[in-house]
C-alpha cells in the first residue's frame, strides 16, 4: 500500500484529491495539508512514502517544503500537482528533489501512475512541461534574492522583509536591488512579475 499526505491550500481540490486516490486499490490517503508548512510536520509525524502538494500555498511553498524534506534526510517522495507549467517551476522543484511534477488537468489514471512510478524510485514529469523547460534560461537568482523578492511581491516593506528574514533593512535593499538587476527590471515591481512570470518566487 502506497501511504499519501496530500497538500493544497483550496479545501475542495484537496478533497477531491484525496477521495480519487482513496478509490486506487494500491493507495491510502493518511494525511492532508492546507499549506506548506503543515505538510511539513504531517510528513515528519506519518513518514508517508509519496507527499502530493501544489506549489502555491500559504506560508510554504511545495517546493520549499520538499527542500525542507530533502534536507532533513526524510524517505518521502515529492510530487508536485500544480496548475503552473512555468519552467522555472520545474528546474527548481527538481533542486529540491521532488521526483514528480503534473498538471492539474491531468487525468486520475496519470496521477495514479505517476505516484506509482515515483513510489518504485522513478521520476515523472508532464511532457509539456518538460518540452517547455528545455528552451529556458536558468535561474539567475539566489535563494536569498528569492525570499526577499517573494516578499516584496507581497507588499511587505524593506524593513517588514527584514525583521522577517532576520536581516538589515540595508541587506534586504541589496538583495533586491541585485535581483532586479539581474532580471533587467527597473523596479522590484517589475522583478517580482518577471520573477513569477518565470517561475522563480
Do not use: H
Not at 110 to 125: D, M, P, S, W
Not at 141 to 153: M, W
Amino acid at each position: 500500500m502506497i501511504r499519501i499526505v496530500v497538500a493544497e491550500d483550496q479545501a475542495l481540490v484537496l478533497g477531491a484529491i484525496a477521495a480519487l486516490l482513496d478509490l486506487e486499490p494500491d493507495m491510502q490517503v493518511i494525511g492532508r495539508a492546507a499549506n506548506g508548512a503543515a505538510a511539513v510536520e504531517c510528513v515528519r509525524a506519518l513518514t508517508p512514502d509519496i507527499l502530493l502538494t501544489d506549489i502555491e500555498m500559504p506560508e510554504m511553498t511545495g517546493i520549499d517544503a520538499a527542500r525542507l524534506l530533502s534536507d532533513e534526510g526524510a524517505t518521502t517522495r515529492t510530487v508536485i500537482v500544480t496548475t503552473f507549467a512555468r519552467p522555472g517551476y520545474l528546474a527548481r522543484a527538481r533542486a529540491a528533489g521532488v521526483r514528480g511534477y503534473l498538471l492539474k488537468d491531468s487525468p486520475v489514471e496519470q496521477l495514479a501512475a505517476a505516484i506509482r512510478e515515483v513510489a518504485r524510485g522513478g521520476t515523472v514529469v508532464s511532457a509539456d512541461l518538460a518540452a517547455a523547460a528545455w528552451d529556458a534560461g536558468a535561474d539567475p537568482l539566489t535563494q536569498r534574492e528569492r525570499d526577499t523578492l517573494r516578499l516584496a511581491d507581497d507588499g511587505l516593506s524593506n524593513k517588514e522583509i527584514a525583521a522577517r528574514l532576520a536581516l538589515s533593512p540595508g541587506t534586504v535593499r541589496n538583495y533586491l536591488s541585485e535581483a532586479a538587476a539581474k532580471l533587467n527590471a527597473s523596479n522590484r515591481i517589475e522583478a517580482g512579475r518577471i520573477a513569477r512570470l518565470n517561475g522563480w518566487l
